[in-house]
């Protein structure tokens, strides 16, 4: 693993309730994502960082928000919770995006909004 | 609009018998092309960028090709450590900050 981690690994909360997933590099990258995964669809993205405080809107973006006040730490929260946020959300970075972005991808989120 | 079309969605190898996965793809600016391998409850792993028509790379049993429509990522005498979903990904000219994945190919090897 690029030196990427995730917490909490696992989550099971309730409509309505705020969550805060945490994204924690140590490769001194520079952009960091937040994606997630459902059965029947590719990885999606949700939001990127392109430097601190930094942030913009990726594909599928409405219910979330995010913030980085450092440049090893990446927040996604959902400010409340719904059914349709269960999934899988990973972190991903990348050093540069003029050559490709090749992205890293941290071990995952799972999250379970009952 | 970007769009990545991985085939076949799951493919079933005995061990030692060669194969090839697909990944069509349309694009506006290909900035890169994208392998990817997913073990059950973990992260993408990192493989292959292909830049340009023509390009190949390899590693180990694995050898990634590129054509102007079309990746193919061949795999040569799999064992069964190589079953994992492999996802392909690309970045275009339009937003290099979001790569647009296929909804990748399960392979399972059989020994």
């Known amino acids: 693993d690029a030196g990427i981690t995730q917490s909490p690994r696992h989550k099971v909360t309730e409509t309505g309730t705020p969550v805060t997933l945490r994204c924690h590099q140590t490769?001194?990258?520079?952009?960091m994502y937040w994606y997630r995964q459902d059965p029947g669809h590719g990885l999606r993205l949700i939001h990127y960082?392109?430097?601190?405080?930094?942030?913009d809107k990726g594909e599928v973006s409405d219910g979330y928000s995010v913030s980085r006040s450092k440049t090893e730490d990446f927040l996604l929260t959902l400010e409340s919770a719904t059914s349709s946020q269960t999934s899988v959300y990973f972190c991903?970075?990348?050093?540069?995006?003029?050559?490709?972005?090749?992205?890293?991808f941290g071990p995952g989120t799972r999250l379970t909004v009952t | 609009e970007d769009q990545v079309t991985q085939s076949p969605e799951a493919l079933r190898l005995q061990e030692g018998e060669s194969s090839s996965l697909n990944c069509s793809y349309t694009?506006?600016?290909?900035?890169?092309l994208f392998w990817y391998r997913q073990d059950p409850g973990k992260g993408p792993e990192f493989l292959f960028t292909?830049?340009?028509a023509g390009e190949e790379k390899e590693k180990e049993r694995l050898k990634a090709t590129l054509t102007k429509k079309e990746s193919f990522l061949h795999i040569t005498a799999p064992k069964p450590e190589d079953s994992a979903t492999y996802l392909c990904?690309?970045?275009?000219?339009?937003?290099?900050?979001?790569?647009?994945f296929g909804k990748g190919t399960k392979l399972s090897v059989i020994p």
């Open positions: 490769e001194n990258h520079r952009y």
């Open positions: 960082s392109y430097g601190v405080k930094d942030t």
């Open positions: 990904a690309l970045a275009s000219g339009a937003g290099s900050y979001q790569l647009t």
């Open positions: 991903a970075i990348s050093e540069f995006v003029s050559s490709g972005n090749e992205q890293y």
């Open positions: 292909l830049y340009s």
């Open positions: 694009v506006s600016g290909l900035r890169g």
